[in-house]
């Protein structure tokens, strides 16, 4: 059965039939014999491989310039849409990523996880530890935020008045000259709590309003700081949560809202501590497993940093901090949760 068109009858010359028949008339029209069709793949440089399968099907062939085998269809290589991506530089191997990222003084610590997914990587030049994407490393070369913050701090050096005058504004003061960097911690007096901050906040903070007394304002991270990453479990939520502090209330926090700690992982820099929980939650969410908590549930913030006790075991994600720290055994006080 068909119901043609009277249109296509008169005008196209299609028959009767606006199905089976047409596709066959179709067909006859872009079919090719073998020696047709590679012809036409030798003359875009691809040497066949096997018989000519036919119009829309995948067909193996060399690239006559790389050598590389690639399947390709006989409409995309004689509509110019067939060359070849290893030719072009689009081609990426676990290897060869590898190998773009130390050139850029970058040493990946896990396997290649594709191109825009953050990548564990320690600079070769100054030691820190971060998570650069190949993509971006392979368009702008190095990438550090540790690196980049020094050329920062170049770029936004103060003249003493101005650092001194930046500090007192947030009720700090100076203890000792400006280290001469909005990067360096400046050890400065609290006026409010006369609290002594060594080492104190950098200008960097400061000047973006992020800065301040952690013991008046317990808020905010420093990443030149000390900090730590931390594992939770909350038995009535089932869930599992991590992050990163470089304050003991934090942990605190977390226990008055009937948290209990599973284990911690000091960091001479809060930075570093940064990279590895970015690590951990692309991993989790890697596995398919979604945020167990809302942010009405978490008093004190932090419910992206969640799944739940059903589909992860708090003990596999010590395993795998542990694992990128080198075998490193985590620092858990006592009457944490085993």
């Not at 990587?121 to 702008?140: D, F, N, Q």
């Not at 170049?154 to 700090?172: P, Q, T």
């Not at 167990?292 to 010590?318: F, R, W």
Request: with cysteine; aromatic share 6%; hydrophobic share 35%.
């Amino acid at each position: 059965m068909s119901a043609p068109r009277y249109n296509d009858v008169v005008n196209k010359g299609t028959g009767v039939c606006n199905k089976t028949c047409r596709s066959l008339k179709i067909a006859g029209k872009l079919t090719r014999d073998g020696a047709q069709a590679c012809a036409v793949m030798l003359t875009w440089g691809w040497e066949p491989l096997e018989d000519y399968p036919g119009a829309g099907k995948p067909w193996p062939a060399r690239c006559i310039h790389c050598g590389a085998i690639k399947p390709k269809k006989l409409s995309h290589v004689q509509n110019g849409r067939g060359g070849c991506t290893n030719c072009a530089g689009r081609d990426v191997t676990g290897e060869s990523a590898r190998e773009l990222m130390i050139g850029a003084d970058l040493e990946p610590l896990i396997g290649y996880p594709g191109s825009l997914q953050p990548w564990l990587c320690r600079c070769s030049r100054c030691g820190h530890i971060g998570t650069p994407t190949y993509a971006k490393v392979r368009a702008r070369g190095h990438q550090c935020w540790s690196c980049r913050s020094e050329k920062i701090a170049d770029a936004l050096r103060l003249e003493d008045e101005v650092a001194i005058a930046s500090m007192l504004e947030k009720a700090l003061e100076p203890l000792v000259p400006y280290p001469g960097s909005t990067e360096r911690p400046w050890k400065a007096r609290c006026a409010a709590c006369e609290t002594v901050l060594d080492p104190g906040p950098t200008l960097h903070n400061i000047r973006g309003q992020q800065g301040g007394c952690p013991t008046c304002a317990a808020r905010g991270i420093n990443p030149a700081r000390p900090g730590y990453l931390y594992l939770v479990v909350h038995n009535g939520y089932q869930a599992l949560k991590w992050g990163i502090a470089n304050i003991e209330q934090r942990i605190t926090q977390h226990l008055s809202q009937g948290w209990q700690l599973v284990a911690r992982w000091n960091f001479d820099l809060t930075g570093d501590a940064w990279a590895f929980e970015r690590q951990v939650k692309t991993w989790v969410r890697a596995q398919g497993i979604p945020r167990a908590l809302t942010a009405d549930q978490m008093k004190y913030g932090g419910h992206t940093e969640t799944a739940s006790l059903a589909d992860i075991n708090p003990e596999l994600v010590c395993q795998y901090v542990e694992s990128l720290m080198g075998g490193t055994s985590p620092q858990s006080p006592p009457g944490a949760r085993p």
